[in-house]
C-alpha cells in the first residue's frame, strides 16, 4: 500500500484509508458485526487510517472503531481521525471552547482513547473558518492534550483556501473526485505548498463511479442517497457529489470506458485520486469484505495514462462542469 505524510500531523498513513459513515448510520443497516468485519479487512489489506466523526450514528462508528482497536487489533498503527461541530444548530456561537472539551471528551470516550489523533471541524459555518478565536481554542486542545492535530472538513474551495491559510491546520478535508475537479484548480495546489494534507471525500461520488447504477435503482429510506437526494436534510453536495442522478448514470458510463483492463470502475475512480499530487488520504466507504478489499488494491495501482486524465477532465467538462463548478 502507497503511504503518504498526513500533512502537518507528520504521521504516516496508507493513501487508501477508510471513512466509516456508512458504519454508523445514514447508508442501510450494517450490523456491529459486519462493521468490525470491514475495519479488519480494511487493516489487513494495509489500511492504516480510519475517518469518522462523533455524529456517524450518534457515536455508533467511534464506539466501533474504538472497540475494534482495543480488543481486535492491539499493537496496529491505525491513525483515526474524527470530527465534532455537528451535534448542534450550526451558528457561530456554538463553536466555543466550552463545547469543544465536551465534545472531543465524549469522542475520546468512543474511541478509548486519551488524546484524539485528529480533530476535524465538521463542515461548519464560513464565519468559524475565519475565526481566530475558534483557532485559539483547538490549540488549546492541543496544550492541553485532548488533541494532538485539528483540520477541518469543508463543503466549498473558498473554505478550503481560508483553512489552509491557518498555521495550525494540519488537514483540509474536502470532496474530490472524477465528478467534482474544482479542488484541482487552487486547492490542492495551495495545500501541497503550504504542507497542509488533502483528505479526499466522497471519492467514488455516493457509489456512481462505480458503475454498479441504473435508472432502476433503489436506495433504502435510510440511505442518505434517498432522503438527501434534495439536500433537505445537509448540503446536496454530499449525495452524489450534488450531480443530478441522470447526468450521474450517463458520466459513469462514458467514465467505465476509460477504465484499464484488470481494474473496476471503482478501483480506477479511487486510484485517479490517489494519484493526485498533494492528496494525503482517500475515504472511500465500505460495507462489506469484498469491498474494502477491493478499494485497498487501488494503493498499489499502476499510475493511470495521460489519456485516462484527459479523459476524466473531458467527461466533466462536457457533463458536469456547469452544474458543479459555480457550487462548491
Known amino acids: 500500500m502507497l503511504t503518504r505524510t498526513l500533512g502537518r500531523t507528520g504521521r504516516t ?3 487508501i484509508g477508510l471513512g466509516t459513515w456508512q458504519l454508523g448510520a445514514d447508508w442501510g443497516e450494517v450490523t456491529e458485526r459486519d462493521a ?7 487493516v ?7 475517518d469518522t466523526a462523533d455524529v456517524y450514528g450518534d457515536g ?3 464506539q466501533i472503531i474504538g ?6 487489533a492491539p499493537g496496529e498503527t491505525i491513525t483515526v481521525a474524527t470530527k465534532m461541530g455537528r451535534r448542534v444548530e450550526q451558528l457561530p456561537e456554538n463553536y466555543v471552547l466550552d463545547n469543544f472539551r465536551d465534545w472531543t471528551d465524549r469522542s475520546r470516550r468512543n474511541l478509548q482513547t486519551d488524546t484524539l489523533d485528529l480533530v476535524q471541524l465538521h463542515c461548519p459555518p464560513s464565519t468559524v473558518v475565519e475565526s481566530g478565536e475558534v483557532f485559539d481554542a483547538l490549540e488549546t486542545l492541543v496544550d492541553e492534550g485532548a488533541i494532538a492535530n485539528y483540520g477541518v472538513s469543508v463543503e466549498t474551495c473558498e473554505q478550503a483556501l481560508a483553512a489552509i491559510r491557518r ?6 478535508q474536502i470532496i474530490l473526485n472524477a465528478f467534482r475537479l474544482k479542488p484541482l484548480d487552487e486547492v490542492v495546489p495551495a495545500a501541497r505548498a503550504a504542507g497542509v494534507g488533502i483528505i479526499a471525500r466522497v471519492p467514488l461520488a455516493s457509489g456512481l463511479l462505480t458503475g454498479k447504477y441504473t435508472s432502476a435503482t433503489t436506495f433504502a429510506a435510510t440511505d442518505h442517497r434517498n432522503f438527501n437526494i434534495d439536500g433537505s436534510h445537509f448540503d446536496v453536495g454530499e449525495t452524489f457529489s450534488g450531480v443530478k442522478f441522470g447526468a450521474g448514470l450517463a458520466a459513469a458510463e462514458q467514465f467505465a470506458a476509460l477504465v484499464p483492463a484488470g481494474m473496476t470502475s471503482a478501483q480506477a475512480a ?6 493526485i499530487d498533494g492528496v494525503s488520504a482517500v475515504i472511500p466507504g465500505a460495507r462489506s469484505i469484498a469491498q474494502a478489499q477491493g478499494n485497498a488494491t487501488a494503493g498499489i495501482a ?10 476524466v477532465q473531458d467527461i466533466y467538462d462536457r457533463l458536469l462542469r456547469a452544474d458543479i463548478h459555480p457550487r462548491w
Open 13 to 15: 498513513v496508507s493513501v
Open 36 to 42: 468490525t468485519a470491514v475495519l479488519a479487512a480494511s
Open 44 to 50: 489487513d489489506a494495509g489500511v492504516t487510517f480510519f
Open 60 to 62: 455508533r462508528s467511534e
Open 67 to 72: 472497540a475494534f482497536l482495543a480488543h481486535d
Open 167 to 172: 498555521p495550525g491546520v494540519a488537514t483540509v
Open 270 to 275: 479511487l486510484a485517479w485520486v490517489a494519484q
Open 302 to 311: 499502476e499510475p493511470l495514462s495521460v489519456a485516462f486524465n484527459e479523459g
